[in-house]
Nanobody, 119 residues
Framework: QVQLVESGGGLVQTGGSLRLSCAAS????????MSWYRQAPGKQRELVAR???????NYADAVKSRFTISRDNAKNTVYLQMNSLKPEDTAIYYC?????????????WGQGTQVTVSS
């Protein structure tokens, strides 16, 4: 019931920046929090950053002070500003929504966007 579409990935050199976008549609009024996850080849998917409806944020230690998650409620979009990128940030980045609908919790995932940081 919630659809997520990521964009903004690409190839960037070490030290560069990218901004990822995640546009939500559907029953967005049921969403409680939005997150960005990433999965590198051969590794488990990991949480990168999360933002709640109240604006509270949290970040993985590996990206603190370099990445910023934000939201534009008017556009139903969540962003991930990534600065000072490192080769170890290379991964597929996924957007996730957590919510409650008809008293049942749910989560929805986007299709992912590739981020490649060259050394």
């Amino acid at each position: 019931q919630v659809q997520l579409v990521e964009s903004g990935g690409g190839l960037v050199q070490t030290g560069g920046s990218l901004r990822l976008s995640c546009a939500a549609s559907g029953i967005i009024f049921t969403i409680n929090a939005m997150s960005w996850y990433r999965q590198a080849p051969g590794k488990q998917r990991e949480l990168v950053a999360r933002i709640t409806n109240s604006g509270d944020t949290n970040y993985a230690d590996a990206v603190k002070s370099r990445f910023t998650i934000s939201r534009d409620n008017a556009k139903n979009t969540v962003y991930l500003q990534m600065n000072s990128l490192k080769p170890e940030d290379t991964a597929i980045y996924y957007c996730k929504a957590d919510g409650i609908y008809h008293v049942r919790g749910y989560n929805a995932w986007g299709q992912g966007t590739q981020v490649t940081v060259s050394s």
